[in-house]
């Protein structure tokens, strides 16, 4: 059995870094696969603090980021860059992770090559195509072409198969996320930031912000931070931390409504270790990103989702996750409901996380063997008991 498998990784941003990092990491553990790491660089400083952390270091960058770069610029860069990668390296396999325009693009590239496409975090869905934008349409697309399909729910695989997926294909495996989630967060951490560590967390209850969608900008996220900031003021012991997008659309609005509000921390972007510590230590997150809502409910904090669909709605049928959109009153009456109820806050933090036990990449890795008959027996997938 000296057949090994030629995989080559391509990430593009912070978010598949962080999930696409200890897979990495743990097909350097197997004989049998021999994986190299592209890199689209589609996002540059916040991508590279995640390989520190996780002490990869990417056999091909493409730096494709410009500023003010379009989603056209994105896509025509990384193609022809990805070409060239694919014609040097000739991999089996090509592994890509979730909805981002690099993602798409690389299972793109790999189909133009016909090379096999490996979907980590395959089959989340919303129906809205403009919702999330783009990463809906990049998700469904990369599904299309697609090989085998590494599902981190039962409910993700039940999409793929109601889109005539061979079942054969697909394989559940929890999300890596909870992976690099748990290799990460630490009790006691210190942050090194004067003002995050100059906050009582035993005392005060912190709520831990993010916004970015594209969808979301303008009027939505001015109803968003105007909400906000009624709870500070109808709430003494709150306080928010804001780690500000650098878009200067969304940094615009944010000082416009937040600018020196009183116990509102306007911060730079975490890196991804503090900020996980960070959220260790919040009382509940509002959000509109895709991956808080699988974090957070590890760690057991409560998720008020700043959108109006969600591609992830197990943890909502499980109770950790609510959608609240962008309404001003929806947004103060949920918060207010697990600030002033204790049993309304234990309902939402103390409910099963539906994605994951820490052990997905160990079962993306065994999968992969399977696919290409290196391993007869197909891995064990994750279930929630």
Do not use: W
Not at 191 to 211: H, K, Q, W
Not at 215 to 243: C, I, T
């Amino acid at each position: 059995m000296n057949k090994q498998i030629k995989a080559l990784a391509v990430f593009g941003t912070r978010p598949e870094a962080i999930k696409m990092a200890p897979l990495v990491k743990e097909l350097e553990k197997h004989d049998g696969i021999n994986c190299k790491v592209a890199v689209t660089a589609q996002h540059r400083e916040m991508l590279d603090q995640v390989l520190d952390l996780f002490g990869i270091t990417p056999e091909f960058d493409l730096n494709i980021m410009t500023p003010n770069q379009t989603l056209f610029d994105i896509t025509a860069k990384a193609l022809t860059g990805l070409n060239e990668i694919l014609d040097q390296e000739q991999p089996d396999i090509v592994l890509v992770h979730g909805d981002t325009t690099t993602t798409f693009v690389a299972g793109l590239a790999a189909f133009y090559r016909q090379v096999k496409v490996g979907h980590v975090e395959a089959g989340l869905r919303t129906g809205n195509k403009y919702s999330p934008y783009p990463e809906e349409m990049n998700r469904k697309l990369t599904g299309a072409l697609a090989d085998i399909h590494f599902s981190p729910t039962r409910v993700a695989k039940a999409n793929l198969l109601s889109e005539g997926v061979d079942p054969d294909h697909i394989m559940v495996t929890g999300n890596t996320v909870i992976d690099a989630l748990l290799a990460t967060v630490r009790d006691n951490y210190t942050f090194n930031y004067p003002e995050l560590d100059g906050i009582d967390y035993s005392n005060r209850r912190v709520l831990v912000v993010t916004t970015h969608r594209r969808e979301n900008l303008g009027e939505p996220m001015r109803n968003v931070y105007s909400a906000l900031r009624k709870v500070v003021e109808q709430y003494s012991d709150v306080e928010v931390v804001f780690p500000v997008h650098k878009n200067p659309k969304v940094k615009e609005i944010v000082d416009s409504v937040l600018g020196n509000t009183p116990r509102v921390h306007l911060i730079d972007p975490l890196e991804y270790e503090p900020f996980i510590n960070l959220m260790n230590k919040a009382h509940f997150v509002l959000t509109d990103s895709g991956g808080l809502q699988e974090e957070a409910p590890s760690l057991g904090k409560p998720v008020l989702v700043l959108r109006d669909t969600t591609e992830r709605p197990e943890a909502v049928q499980a109770g950790t996750v609510k959608l609240v959109g962008t309404s001003y009153t929806e947004i103060v009456d949920t918060c207010s409901k697990l600030l002033d109820s204790d049993e309304e806050y234990k309902k939402m933090a103390n409910a099963v996380n539906p994605y994951g036990d820490g052990k997905a990449c160990e079962r993306i890795a065994e999968g992969i063997k399977y696919f290409f008959g290196i391993k007869e027996d197909r891995p064990r997938e994750f279930k929630i008991d």
